[in-house]
C-alpha cells in the first residue's frame, strides 16, 4: 500500500476555545516550573548554567487565551491522515499540529493516548491546552504557547518520492520560526518526524524544545530509557539526582506507583542511542527515538494521588482511562534553554512506532536485562543506522518549497518576514496571510505612524521586539502608540520608562482603562498594594462606563474584573471589591472564577456560611491554573471539613513549600 496523505475531518465533544484576554500579560509566567534556588547547588556545571539562561520575563507578546469554558457539544476539526499499510496517523494544523491518533493498523492497536474530548485547560504557557497525542513544546519552558493555535500547513515531496506534511509558523516568544515534517515511508511501520529551529537575527536566542507524547496509563504499563538515574522535578520544585527504576523499594518506572505528579528527566549518556518507549504488561506499545540532537528524556506522571485523578478526570470525560507522558528535548531538563547562534539552526528526525519485547524481561526486577529487552527490540524493527540515513534524506528536502496549502496559520511570521527582510526556504510566510491584528504594525513600519483604530474598542496586539520599539520611539506621541511603546518598554525591563509613556498616554487618552491597567500591574509588582488597589478599581469603573457589547468587550470585564477584585481583597477594600461585583455583567457573575471571588469576598465580609454555600452549590473554574491551590487554600479558612474531592486539585505532598 502506498503512503497517502489526505484531508479528513475529526468530530469530538468539544468546548470552545473562547476569545483572547485583550489585557497584556505584563506578569512574569507562574513559578510552577523555576527551581528552588537552595536545588542549584550541586548541579552539573552544563546544566545549572542552561537552567540561568533568559528566563521569561513576561509572556509577551504572546496573549492569554483563558475565555474557554467547560460546556462541551459536537464540533468538526479540520485534519490530515497520513497512511500506509502500518499506521494511520491523524494530524490536526489548527490545534498546534497536535498528532491526535497513531494506530497500528495490523494489530488495531491505538499507540498514543486519544483523547475522546477536547477540552482546554490552563496549562498552556498562555493558557489554553489539551491533553493527548503527541505536541510539539517549542519556545520556553512549559506547554507551547501555539497549544491551541493554527500552524501553516502544505503537502511537500517526501525524500523517498512520496507526500510529506509540512507544518511551520513564527514562535512569538522567542521570535523564532520553525518546521516539523511529517511522513511515512512506503513500507514503514514508523512515523518520521524532522525538525527544524531557524535563527534569522544577528543575536543569539535562547531556545526549548520537547517533543511531549501521551500514552495510556494502564496498570501493567512501564517505561523504559536508557539510563540508570534520572533527575526528579516535582511541584515542590526540587531537582535531585535518584537512581532508575527507583528507591526504597518503589519502580518509579511504572507510573502508578507514584504517589504525586512529578518529572523524571533521565540521564542518558552522550554516546547512548536515544529513545524511551511505553511498553504494557505483555511488552506492546509505543518507542520513541531520535538523533542524537534531542538528547534528553522524561517521564511526567500523575501519580496515583487524589490530586493527580482529579485533574485526569478534569481533562477529559468520565470513564476515560489516564494516561503518563513520555518526552524528547533538546537538554537534559525542562528548566533549560539552549542559546542558537544567530544565523544559525538546530534540526533532528524523531521516529515513533510499534515496539514488542519479551514481557518477561521488560517487566523484570533486572532494570538493566529490562531496558536491554527493549532497546534490542528497537535495533531489531529500526537500526539506528536507518534513523540516520532518514535524517540525512530529510535534510535535502528541509529546504523544499510546499505545494498544496492544508491549513494556514497567523500572520505575525508574514510580518517579521517582510519587515525583517527574512528569506526562509521551506517555510513561506506569505503576505497574503497578514490579517487585521498586523494591519497597524505594517502601517507603523511602512509609514512611521501606529494608526488611530477604525473603532472603539479593546487594543489590539502589543509588539514587543527591538526594532518594533525603536519604531515605536519615534512614532507621534499620540495615547495608543503611549501604550503600545509602554508594553514594549516594560517587556525590555525598562520599567520606569514604561510608566513614564503610560502616564504620558493617560493625559490624553479618551480610553483611559488600558492604561490605568498597566499602572496598576506596575504598582503591584513595585510593592504598593494600596496604589495599585486604586489604579484597578479606577481602570475597571473606566472600562464598566466604557463597554458595549461584543465577546472581546466583555473578555476585557473579566479579565480586568478579576485583577480588580483579587488586588482590593488584598489590600481590604471591600466596598470596592463588592462594587467592582456588583457592576459586572450577570452572564460574567456565573462564571467559576467569579464565584471562587464571591466566596472569598463573603467569607471577608463575615459571611462565612454563605461562603461556604458557594462552595456547596457546586462551581468549577475552567482556568484553574496547573499547579494552582487556591481552591484549598479558600476551602480552609471556611471550615475544617476535609476538602470535597471535587476541588481537590493538589499536586504536591502535604507541607511541601
Known sequence: MATTVRRAVLTLTAAPTGPENPLPALRAPDGVHVLDERSREGLPRDMARQIGYAPLRSLLPVRIRDGYRRERTEQQFDAVVIENAHLRVTVLPGLGGRVHSLVHLPTGRELLYRNPVFQ????????????????????????????????????????????????????????????VDLWLPEDSAFLYAGVRVRNPHERPAPVYWWSNTAVPEEPGTRILAPADEAWHFGYERTLRRIPVP?????????????????????EVQDAARPWIASLDADGHGLVQTSTAALRGRKLFVWGAGTGGRRWQ????????????EIQAGLARTQLEHVRLEGGAEFSWLEAYGPLSADPSAVHG???????????????????????????????????????????????????????????????????????????????????????????????????????????????????????????????AGDVAQAVRSWER???????????????AVADALAGDPARAADGFAAAFADLAAESRGGEHWSAAEAALGREAMTALLAAGRLPDAREVWDRLRPALREQGRFRLLAAR?????????????????????????????????????????????????????????
Not at 528569506?423 to 496571510?433: I, N
Not at 498616554?505 to 499602572?519: F, N, T, V
Open 120 to 179: 482546554p485547560a490552563d496549562f498552556a504557557l498562555n493558557g489554553a491546552w489539551f491533553s493527548g497525542g503527541i505536541e510539539w513544546n517549542f519556545g520556553a519552558t512549559g506547554h507551547t504557547a501555539l497549544s491551541c493555535a493554527p500552524l501553516h500547513a502544505a503537502l511537500v515531496q517526501a525524500p523517498d518520492g512520496g507526500a510529506m506534511l509540512r507544518m511551520w509558523e513564527w514562535e512569538r516568544l522567542r521570535d523564532l520560526p520553525f518546521q
Open 246 to 266: 527507583g528507591r526504597e523499594g518503589a519502580d518509579r518506572t511504572y507510573p502508578l506507583r507514584s504517589e504525586y505528579p512529578a518529572d523524571f528527566f533521565y
Open 313 to 324: 478526570e478534569w481533562l477529559t470525560e468520565p470513564g476515560t482511562g489516564g494516561y503518563a
Open 365 to 491: 526486577a533486572d532494570w538493566t536485562a529490562a531496558r536491554g529487552a527493549a532497546e534490542g527490540a528497537l535495533d531489531a524493527v529500526l537500526p539506528r543506522e536507518r534513523v540516520e540515513a532518514a535524517y540525512g534524506a530529510w535534510r535535502g528536502s528541509a529546504d523544499t518549497e510546499p505545494g498544496e496549502r492544508l491549513a494556514e496559520g497567523s500572520g505575525w511570521g508574514a510580518l517579521e518576514a517582510l519587515c525583517g527582510g527574512h528569506r526562509l526556504p521551506g517555510t513561506p510566510f506569505g503576505e497574503s496571510t497578514l490579517g487585521e491584528e498586523q494591519a497597524p504594525w505594517l502601517e507603523l513600519w511602512r509609514t512611521g505612524v501606529f494608526p488611530a483604530p477604525e473603532r472603539v474598542g479593546p487594543p489590539g496586539p502589543s509588539l514587543v521586539a527591538a526594532h518594533w520599539r525603536d519604531m515605536l520611539e519615534t512614532a507621534p506621541a499620540d495615547p495608543l502608540t503611549e501604550y503600545h511603546l509602554g508594553v514594549a518598554q516594560w517587556h
Open 505 to 519: 498616554g493617560l493625559a490624553l487618552a479618551p480610553s483611559r482603562w488600558p492604561l490605568l491597567r498597566c499602572l
Open 601 to 657: 469576598l463573603l467569607a471577608a465580609e463575615g459571611h462565612v456560611a454563605a461562603a461556604r454555600r458557594v462552595f456547596e452549590d457546586g462551581f468549577e473554574v475552567p482556568d484553574l491554573r496547573e499547579g494552582e491551590e487556591i481552591l484549598s487554600e479558600v476551602w480552609s479558612t471556611l471550615t475544617d471539613h476535609p476538602l470535597p474531592a471535587r476541588y481537590d486539585f493538589r499536586m504536591r505532598p502535604p507541607g511541601a513549600p
